[in-house]
């Protein structure tokens, strides 16, 4: 099981999502930005340090929602996801193939990694 945290990042009214590079597992699929959890790192502060490495940059963790977990065929994750906000920085696609701001309502319009799409959900549901 890998537990990965992972940010639903607001900014003037709009949502930060990523797109998967093509080499990474999950190819081209969209997802909310985060990483992997080390070893005595708290959650929160895996998401800030992923988000600064990832997207060069700087976020406040907010709140929390519901963890999923979700067996795909070659690994299992257990996502943590905040939602969070932007502090300061421009994006920067650093490991992803791109990432937009999207509203809300556009988020359905995307094809999601599918451990996140509960948390899409949810979301929507807030």
């Avoid at 797109?19 to 800030?48: D, N, T, Y």
């Avoid at 940059?57 to 939602?83: G, N, Q």
């Avoid at 359905?108 to 959900?121: F, G, H, S």
Wanted: aromatic fraction near 10%; proline fraction near 4%.
């Amino acid at each position: 099981m890998i537990h990965v945290s992972c940010a639903i990042i607001r900014h003037k009214g709009k949502i930060l999502i990523c797109q998967r590079s093509s080499a990474m597992k999950l190819p081209l699929k969209w997802e909310f930005p985060g990483g992997k959890i080390e070893k005595g790192e708290s959650k929160e502060a895996c998401l800030v340090r992923e988000i600064k490495e990832e997207l060069d940059i700087a976020i406040t963790v907010k709140s929390r929602l519901k963890e999923v977990s979700h067996a795909y065929e070659d690994f299992s994750i257990c996502l943590y996801p905040f939602i969070a906000s932007l502090d300061y920085g421009q994006p920067k696609a650093l490991e992803h193939a791109q990432f937009k701001w999207v509203t809300s309502e556009e988020l359905l319009n995307y094809d999601w990694a599918e451990a996140d799409i509960p948390i899409v959900e949810e979301y929507l549901s807030l």
